[in-house]
């Protein structure tokens, strides 16, 4: 969504998915510390995340630096429920 620290259009995005009932990802990996209107980016979408790993083709990724943002209040879930759960399919994760 966001390229080179510029954020993409969410108010236009968010006012047209939540018209039609659309649940919003928005990966903040390009716009680490921008923001728009003085929100932080990747604090808009339904599930907010960062990626900074894209598999190449014949390669396969740990997703190791992989992250997501969880906001227990909007999400009705919080960071130890998700670590537990990825633990039960033996998937380590590291809750900041």
Known sequence: MHLYGMPTKMDEIMQFANYYDIPVI??????????????AM????????????????????????????????TSGTDREKIRLHL?????ESRPL
């Open 26 to 39: 928005e990966d903040a990996a390009e716009a680490l510390g921008s923001t728009l209107d003085g929100q």
């Open 42 to 73: 990747g604090t808009f979408a339904d599930l907010k995340g960062i990626s900074f790993l894209e598999e190449p083709a014949g390669y396969y990724s740990n997703r190791w630096l992989s992250t997501i943002l969880v906001d227990p209040a």
């Open 87 to 91: 633990e039960t399919d033996n998937i």
